[in-house]
């Protein structure tokens, strides 16, 4: 890492020419559930062309990449701003397929089913049959709390089964306000005892597996310090990408806006404070993406 806190720049270009690859996060800087952010594609796209750097998009979806990818395009991010994509679903498919003949329960909303597609596994609909449980979050984000599955989440951590949990975000950005993700559940059902492998950002095979992605695009090897992580979440994005020891752009306009003051004109000073706080670090900062 370069420094011990962000310094606000003018955009992407002031730090792009010291990284041969970037790290984007996906949902908070390139869209917010509803709409994609125009200026933070067009960022990444400058990047490619202007110093022809590799973009990688590493996203806590508990989906394959090819269904990003599509939902990335409905959104309006045109494919000429990446390269590629690395999702904690495509992680999860392996630990998964580890599991052998155990019998799973999908803890999570019908639109997620993708990401079971072609996998040798057998799911069940009734708890009580359930050997490990497999999480991608609420059934209905829209109207659910975590805590309305304490009781469930309790007589399933009372019998020891393993929760793999697809998607290490607690909240995300749906529009203008914050929905609960299977994190959170993952959260809740180790407090009451139960253990639970967290895939995705901030843990070390989602990174793993987007440096591979990177060098195989590069046709080279790719030194951490060659790459740029840019993300919004403190417990996600920016903690995995110091355990990584990669540089980051911290958008803090995203789901800690409010910390920062104004949305549009954060104080530095609040993000250094923060960052001490969280016991983080990062490279620079910016409200939002932009080149």
Not at 92 to 107: C, V
Not at 166 to 191: F, Q, T
Not at 273 to 280: Q, S, T, V
Request: proline share 5%.
């Amino acid at each position: 890492m370069t420094v011990s806190a962000p310094l606000l720049i003018d955009g992407l270009r002031a730090v792009a020419p010291f990284y041969k690859g970037v790290l984007c996060d996906v949902w908070g800087v390139l869209h917010n559930g509803v709409a994609a952010f125009e200026e933070a594609h067009k960022a990444l796209r400058a990047y490619r062309e202007e110093t022809g750097g590799k973009v990688v998009l590493i996203t806590n979806a508990p989906r394959p990449a090819k269904q990003v990818g599509e939902m990335l395009a409905k959104l309006g991010v045109p494919e000429e701003a990446y390269d590629d994509i690395v999702t904690s679903g495509d992680v999860t498919r392996a630990i998964l397929e580890e599991q052998g003949n155990k019998t799973l329960l999908h803890l999570g909303p019908n639109r997620d089913q993708p990401l079971y597609w072609d996998l040798e596994a057998t799911f069940t609909t009734n708890d009580d049959e359930a050997e490990a449980i497999s999480c991608t979050g609420l059934v209905d984000d829209e109207r659910e709390t975590p805590d309305d599955y304490r009781d469930r989440l309790q007589k399933l951590a009372d019998r020891k089964l393993l929760m793999i949990c697809a998607n290490p975000d607690i909240v995300v950005e749906r529009g203008d306000r914050l929905v609960w993700c299977a994190g959170a559940l993952a959260r809740l059902y180790e407090d009451l005892g139960g253990e639970v492998a967290i895939l995705g950002k901030p843990h070390a095979p989602i990174y793993h597996a987007a440096m591979k992605r990177l060098e195989t695009l590069a046709g080279e090897p790719i030194s951490k310090e060659d790459v740029l992580a840019i993300g919004d979440g403190l417990p996600t994005d920016i903690r995995g990408a110091v355990s990584q020891d990669i540089d980051v752009l911290f958008i803090t306009a995203g789901i800690h806006a409010s910390d920062f003051g104004p949305s549009d004109a954060p104080e530095e000073h609040l993000i250094r404070k923060r960052l001490i706080e969280e016991g983080l670090r990062a490279r620079a900062a910016l409200p939002r993406l932009w080149w």
